[in-house]
């Protein structure tokens, strides 16, 4: 999925106005016009094109994981009686903007950013429509329906998701006498490997060893911790409880450290993204995804490959995911038309991938990857282990979707702050016990 949604873009310039709202659930409940949201919802049998005109209105985050105009397009066709008006908001503005979108009392189907369903949850914005859709999970990867998913109950359909992997530079690996690491989903390799062999690569000549698509972001570094058992970050009751100061953050993320005091990986700031020193031949590894692929592929003289995200010697497999959802309105007063249109984005047939494959990130619904993996991007033969390991990694539980809670743009800071410090050579564990701190207290007002 692109950038400016999933995989990180600071929040923090939009917290403001729904963290008020979170804090006060009630008031934002009235005024948003969810009185509604009580009422039962129809069957997944009685959706449809209904027997009179109905707009429903889709309040979405500037998604440029879609074409959205052909999708649209093409679903006005197959059901003449709805028509989606697109209201779309500029990305750094969504949340801020939202509350007061949502009191108008005319939006139906909200984009949501899966790590924030508890905060709209709380917040009173998504109806529960597991009972819609239940039968239709199956059509769904797993790592896509959890991100969704509060305490059992589907708040929001999964229209995306993603998960990162490891690219290489052949040449230079090569270059540099070391092997290149397996393709096998099932077989990654070590960070302490790829790290020796970095090395070695800027012995030979690279300019960097390992470069990540954003270098002080949860999306990309909380899965270090992860794959030595540090967790989700956060726990107790409502995730309310930051654990960013455990042993395994401090063991995996002095590693992280290392990266940075060797100069192996280049430092930089928490907003930029650095796939470009991989495209231009510059870096031996890089951390990225399928999203980079076409602009990896402009560099016809870039002999990439692609394995899966590695792992820590004594610890296991963890990758990201992330992704985005449609989510019911509470205050809707076209429940059936938005559901119709929610189904056939996500669960129907293959999703919106039966109306247009080319988006920037596979669909979650499983025939719907089958398509997306169709498009011209992949059948480049240096991208041709891409499909297999995504796959692999959203379906067998090594893609970990983010910590549920309506903290999460607080704790996501808080980390974000401590990781940028910490690439900028503070010492590590200071760092997390003052990100924990941070964290603690802004989570208070929750609790």
Known sequence: MSDW??????????????????????????????????????SLSELGNPGRKVTVTWLDAANTNVNVGSVIKKFEA?????????????????ETVLPSRLKSG?????????????RYVAADYLSDITSVFKSEFDAL?????????????????PEQSDTSFLFYNKELLERAGVSLPSSAPSKPTTWERITSDAKKAQKAGAEHGITWERIANWYYQWILPQGLGGGYGADGSGNLTPRLDSAAAVKALSW?????KDKVSPQGDANSVYTSLFASGKSAFHIGGDWD???????????????????????????????????????????????????????????AAAYNPETSSPPANDEGKKLYWEQKAFQDPRAADARRIVNHQLSHGIAKERVSTVGWNELSAALSSALLSITNGEDVEKSLKSAQSTADAALEKYR
């Open 5 to 42: 949604l999933s995989r990180g873009v600071s929040r923090a310039v939009a917290m403001v106005v729904v963290t008020g709202c979170i804090a006060s659930v009630s008031g934002c409940a009235s005024d948003s016009g969810s009185s509604s949201s009580k009422a039962a919802l129809p």
């Open 78 to 94: 197959e059901y003449p009686n709805i028509e989606i008006k697109y209201e779309p908001v500029p990305y750094a503005d969504f």
């Open 106 to 118: 005319k939006i139906d189907v909200i984009t949501v950013d899966q790590q924030l369903t508890a």
């Open 141 to 157: 990867d797993d790592a896509s329906l959890a991100g969704s998913t509060i305490k059992g109950k589907l708040y929001n359909a």
């Open 256 to 260: 992280y450290a290392g990266l940075y």
């Open 293 to 351: 692929i076409a602009e990896l592929n402009k560099n016809k003289d870039l002999d990439y490959g692609i394995a899966p995200m590695p792992r820590f010697t004594d610890g296991e497999p963890v990758s990201n995911a992330g992704g985005v959802g449609l989510g019911l309105y509470t205050g809707s007063k076209n429940k059936n038309a938005a559901l119709t249109f929610i189904n056939a984005m996500v669960f129907k047939g293959s999703g």
